[in-house]
């Protein structure tokens, strides 16, 4: 089954409150991943808010960690793709990825973009002091997945509530995100029937909508 490619990037008319930064990692360009950063940017733009979408595969982007890149290192060199990703994320209100399940973890490419850009200026110190730490401090963090598995033997397996420890409150807690939202669509499989699919993508349009609505409240509390 193909799905639609999304759009580079938000066209919505006049100046948008919220910005969205949008994390796709998924090779395929006709993917069921491709389908769900659509549908979300569809919903974020019919909210008057953007969005910017990061294809890494598209983009070539190189997953794979620098010595002389860590912040360990006195002192670390950021890559300048890193520095553009970091530019990204300081503008943006909202962080959201979008990637599938293999082997019951993310892509190595999204590994290699929290590793390489999340963890560009993070120190283990870090987490012994008080300060909010930077670009992501106060920012909600969004996480949609698939996967071909059914929920209840995903749920037996212990992997959802592993990734939602890993992924979700620990990166929310170390990077201190302001809450975390997750949602999974699963039993997507290359036959998957159109009114699954639909299904999925409408369950992915009322999460985005409910994102928007918390982002752009958070939005005008901080303008009063």
């Known amino acids: 089954m193909q799905f639609g490619d999304p759009a580079r990037e ?8 919220v910005g969205h ?11 069921f991943n491709h389908a769900v950063a659509a549908r979300y940017a569809e919903v974020c733009r019919s909210n008057y808010q953007t969005v910017e979408i990061r294809d890494l595969y598209a983009m070539r982007f190189d997953p794979l960690l620098k010595d002389i890149e860590r912040p360990q290192r006195r002192p670390g060199v950021s890559s300048p793709d890193v520095r553009h990703e970091i530019g990204l994320i300081e503008q943006s209100a909202v962080i959201t990825f979008v990637y599938p399940l293999w082997f019951g973890t993310p892509p ?8 390489r850009v999340f963890g560009a200026a993070f120190l283990l110190s ?8 930077g670009s992501f401090a106060g920012k909600p963090l969004c996480l949609f997945t698939s996967s071909a598995s059914t929920g209840p033997w995903l749920d037996e397996q212990g992997i959802m509530t592993s990734l939602q420890q890993s ?19 699963a039993s997507v499989v290359d036959d998957m029937g159109a009114a699954l699919a639909e299904q999925h993508l409408f369950d992915v349009g009322e999460k985005a909508r409910l994102i928007c609505a918390e982002a752009a409240a958070a939005w005008h509390h901080a303008e009063i």
Do not use: C, M, W
Not at 167 to 185: E, I, R, W
């Open 126 to 133: 870090d987490l012994k002091g008080e300060r909010r730490r």
């Open 167 to 185: 992924f979700g409150h620990y990166l929310a807690s170390v990077f201190d995100f302001s809450n975390t939202h997750y949602l999974h669509a």
């Open 10 to 17: 938000g066209e919505v008319q006049g100046r948008a409150a």
């Open 21 to 31: 930064l949008l994390i796709l990692g998924h090779p395929a360009p006709g993917s």
């Open 108 to 115: 190595a490419i999204i590994k290699g973009y929290i590793d």
